[in-house]
């Protein structure tokens, strides 16, 4: 007979709500086949009884950090402040988990938390676009994707804000139970079951970068000139700076590459054209600076996961909507 799991939420103080919420309720709803719950649902603190800020109100949690030693997953949920360090014991607890095989995830800025801990480094991750950049600055040996919905690496796993937290969510319950366990939970929390890690963030402006960021300055120069045919070597020219020191601050304070800087950059004005204009695709591509209609439809899907048109009819503002010539 399949025995249900133990998922250990750890709750830290000032934790963002709906971080904490999708976890309890997702594991919570999921049920076996014969009715039984699939899991055993854990809301941990530092300790016992400990009460922790949540936004506008105040939660008491009902396990310490010994229920990690029991648990199958542990679920970092986000905070409105990541400490720095962490709190006494959080470090130790989840590394102890991790070392008896439990698999560790994290979601929205959970991902600092799970930094923090050191069971990142070397591998790919995620947290919420807003965040990426002060991740990928904090904790180099962290390769930072800001685009992707959650990132799956086996037994660490990083998801985005809000609902990219409730896809991985959906995404460990498939592969521990199955798509028919997963899929009636996706019904009960009214979420589609099929987006996976790979879909981007919906992302209408960039992340503003750390304070001091010495790229600020080539950054606005081109947002300026993106609708240009720009290489690495103009980019490098322009910030005086050699290609492979470009691309190593590049990655510092905006936890990706100039390329894909530029390339987020292009689809975002293309986003706003597709909400406030009604431009043709074929127009829009070359006022971008995206190359041939073909290759902007691939670029962009490639960013925001779904195709111009699809984008359009999704986010388009009912009173704009005009050719503007």
Request: glycine share 10%; charged share 25%.
């Amino acid at each position: 007979m399949t025995e249900p799991r133990t998922v250990a939420v750890v709750a830290l103080d000032g934790v963002v709500p709906s971080d904490l919420s999708n976890p309890v309720d997702t594991f919570g709803f999921a049920r076996l086949p014969d009715g039984r719950p699939a899991y055993r649902v854990r809301v941990c603190g530092t300790e016992p009884g400990a009460e922790v800020t949540a936004g506008p109100f105040t939660v008491r949690v009902g396990y310490g950090l010994d229920a990690l030693a029991e648990a199958d997953t542990v679920v970092l949920c986000g905070v409105d402040e990541p400490p720095d360090p962490l709190p006494p014991g959080v470090r130790e607890a989840v590394r102890g988990a991790y070392d008896r095989g439990a698999r560790v995830a994290s979601i929205c800025t959970g991902a600092f938390l799970l930094a923090a801990t050191g069971l990142l480094d070397g591998q790919r991750a995620t947290t919420h676009w807003l965040g990426a950049a002060e991740l990928a600055r904090r904790y180099p040996a962290i390769t930072v994707d800001p685009e992707v919905l959650y990132v799956d690496n086996g037994r660490t796993l990083t998801s985005a804000g809000v609902s990219a937290g409730l896809d991985l969510c959906l995404h460990m319950i498939r592969g521990d139970f199955g798509a028919a366990v997963a899929a009636d939970v996706a019904r009960m929390v009214v979420s589609p079951l099929e987006r996976d890690g790979g879909q981007a963030q919906f992302i209408n402006h960039e992340p503003p970068l750390p304070g001091g960021a010495s790229l600020e300055p080539l950054l606005a120069w081109l947002r300026e000139n993106a609708h240009r045919e720009l290489t690495l070597a103009d980019m490098a020219d322009r910030a005086a700076l050699s290609v492979r020191t470009l691309n190593r601050r590049f990655r510092e304070q905006t936890g990706t590459t100039p390329l894909r800087w530029l390339q987020r950059t292009r689809v975002r004005r293309a986003q706003y054209l597709l909400e406030s204009t009604d431009r043709p695709v074929e127009r829009i591509a070359a006022d971008v600076g995206c190359g041939s209609p073909a290759a902007f439809r691939d670029s962009f899907k490639r960013v925001v996961g779904v195709s111009p048109r699809a984008y359009r009819g999704a986010f388009r503002s009912p009173d704009r909507g005009r050719y503007d010539a």
